[in-house]
């Protein structure tokens, strides 16, 4: 499993970095068979939501995407966390056997 990180057109502090880092981390927890995960943090178009986080994850078979427009890159972190936390559930009960 891998994690790749990327900032676009801006150079990220380590320490959202490493924020970034530990919250996307902890989406391991709902899926076992994540297979690699990317996150990609860019400037949004939005004037109220300036800061954009893509976040996506590949399992076999699938690959889950969650995209958040914020006014701060750890807020949309977040935000992309619990979407893809979201997804992840819906997509396990959805694909469970019984």
Do not use: N, W
């Amino acid at each position: 499993m891998s994690t790749q990180f990327t900032a676009r057109h801006f150079h990220p502090s380590t320490q959202l970095k490493e924020f970034t880092l530990d919250a996307v981390d902890k989406i391991h927890t709902f899926h076992s068979e994540i297979s690699s995960i990317e996150v990609v943090l860019e400037p949004g178009q939005d004037a109220d939501a300036p800061q954009k986080v893509d976040l996506r994850v590949k399992i076999p078979g699938d690959y889950l995407t969650a995209t958040v427009e914020d006014e701060s890159y750890e807020k949309a972190v977040l935000e992309a966390v619990d979407l893809m936390t979201r997804q992840l559930r819906k997509f396990k009960t959805k694909h469970a056997t019984h």
